[in-house]
């Protein structure tokens, strides 16, 4: 079964840290780009960060730039998202996505396989 798994959302505080993991199941992150989106209620999908292959650029929204880092570890067909000093402005469901082609893109349209998404809710 083709699967992303995406897991460590959570209820946090403001200026507090997480970091999401995506896991894929049958299927390779080797050679596709990996990206995060994130989807608040009433809102539409949102582009938060990306990461190409091999992982030598990365892209990143201007709302979370300087704050959320993206990773990735082929060996283990993971990427990662470490999230610090979150804002309740980060509160959304993340979904992480494999791009169908190398690059670190920011359009949706560019990735053809999705995770289910993980709540992540920033609330003092």
């Known amino acids: 079964q083709v699967q992303l798994v995406e897991s460590g959302g959570g209820m946090v505080q403001p200026g507090a840290s997480l970091t999401l993991s995506c896991a894929a199941s049958?299927?390779?992150?080797?050679?596709?780009?990996l990206g995060w989106f994130r989807q608040a209620p009433g809102k539409e999908r949102e582009f938060v960060a990306a990461?190409?292959?091999?992982?030598?650029?990365?892209r990143y929204a201007d709302s979370v730039k300087g704050r959320f880092t993206i990773s990735r570890d082929d060996a283990k067909d993971t990427v990662s998202l470490q999230m610090s000093d979150l804002k309740p402005e980060d509160t959304a469901v993340y979904y992480c996505?494999?791009?169908?082609?190398?690059?670190?893109?920011?359009?949706?349209?560019?990735?053809?396989?999705w995770g289910q998404g993980t709540q992540v809710t920033v609330s003092s």
């Open positions: 996505a494999r791009n169908r082609f190398a690059a670190a893109s920011y359009s949706s349209w560019d990735y053809d396989y």
């Open positions: 049958g299927l390779t992150f080797t050679a596709y780009g």
């Open positions: 990461i190409s292959w091999p992982s030598d650029s990365t």
